[in-house]
């Protein structure tokens, strides 16, 4: 008989039934929301015996479209996270991961968890390192600071923000790489410190992250739709970051994400902001242009659609920035599947890639903010 339990930082599974060494399971909402897709949970007593696990209800995801060409993620250790076995059924909306654990445990998640203590370490690893101030800009509902860390001393002014939707742990994957660029003696960083001063918030929805949801706050809000008029009841996270981007001022901002459906790495931008000006929209197109000369890890080619004139969500950090600061302001968005310009079958988009990416996106900022100057 196996055993299933989700009841641990991020975790998120119901237990419908469990019929020996399979079960039917289904993912929990957002707390006072309707959004659900991020799963995480453990498995126990199948080492060496083929488990079968039925998702049952995928078809009401907030993303369905996520779900044809997928593979989950598992791990045996809670560290290394590779894909395995799955299929998606569409006629009946159920997901089914076949897999025979080695040991007595393994984890299973839509995609390599970034832990809320993984989190703190890395806010203290890089806090105490020369050069870099770290502050709490606010705190969340359920009482978790919003750390922000400070780098650099150039006039120019740099915010990149990560996991405004907790369901999307490649995005603090990706601050990690940053941060721990940012603060190194790589001369990619020794440019933009010179350049630049940076702010990075790794976790903006620590809340979401530990509840194990998809997209909102301990309130049910998606931050980043929060952005016009965010509130101390609704989205404190919100409020408390764009109260210190006003009071720095914002150059360039990077928000960075996870697409359920899309199997490539791409941008979205601020088309359609009222105050749109044809050169805020030619460096925006010069970053991505140099970024997907960089790397095969990103491309220009497949993404959203662009907001007709004057038709921007201004609720959404990109464009609420680039309008209000007229700011080069990008949103970064990272695959659950994996890019398939470049496909890895064993892990499919991970961590390592996550990281080295933001490492091509820092070298890409130095070299434009280094030719704007
Ligand atoms: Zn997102």
Not at 162 to 168: I, L, N, T, V
Request: charged share 20%; net charge negative.
């Amino acid at each position: 008989m196996i055993t299933i339990t989700s009841a641990f930082d991020s975790g998120n599974i119901e237990v419908l039934s469990v019929d020996g060494d399979t079960a039917q399971l289904a993912i929990r909402r957002d707390h006072q929301s309707d959004f659900y897709q991020w799963f995480h949970f453990c498995i126990a007593g199948a080492a060496g015996r083929e488990v079968t696990l039925r998702i049952m209800n995928c078809a009401g995801s907030a993303y369905p479209l996520g779900w044809p060409g997928y593979r989950a993620r598992f791990s045996d250790d809670g560290d290394d996270w590779r894909q395995t076995a799955t299929d998606y059924d569409l006629s009946s909306g159920v997901l089914t991961i076949r897999h025979t654990p080695a040991g007595e445990r393994v984890w299973f998640a839509y995609h390599a968890p970034y832990s809320m203590e993984r989190h703190r370490q890395l806010v203290e690893r890089i806090g105490a390192m020369p050069g870099v101030t770290t502050r709490e800009l606010g705190r969340s509902l359920d009482g978790y600071p919003i750390d922000c860390l400070d780098i650099g001393s150039g006039p120019t002014q740099v915010w990149l923000y990560a996991r405004q939707h907790p369901g999307e742990p490649m995005a603090e994957w990706w601050a990690e790489g940053a941060l721990e660029l940012l603060a190194s003696d790589d001369p990619v960083a020794r440019r933009l410190r010179a350049a630049a001063t940076l702010h990075v918030v790794p976790n903006m929805n620590p809340d979401g992250s530990v509840r194990g949801h998809l997209r909102t706050n301990a309130a049910g809000a998606n931050l980043n739709r929060e952005w016009i008029a965010p509130s101390a009841e609704r989205s404190p996270e919100v409020l408390c970051v764009l109260a210190a981007m006003d009071a720095t001022g914002v150059d360039y901002a990077m928000d960075i994400h996870g697409d359920e459906s899309i199997p490539y790495v791409f941008m979205a931008g601020f088309h359609g902001i009222p105050s749109w000006t044809d050169q805020q929209g030619l460096a925006y197109d010069r970053f991505g242009e140099l970024l997907a000369g960089r790397t095969r890890d990103f491309q220009t080619k497949h993404g959203y659609p662009l907001a007709g004139a004057g038709r921007a969500n201004l609720s959404m950090s990109t464009n609420q920035l680039a309008e209000r600061f007229g700011a080069v302001a990008m949103t970064l968005e990272m695959p659950f599947k994996d890019n398939d310009d470049a496909p890895d079958p064993e892990r499919g988009w991970s961590p390592a890639r996550s990281k080295a990416l933001a490492h091509d996106c820092l070298a890409t900022l130095a070299d434009v903010i280094e030719k704007a100057g």
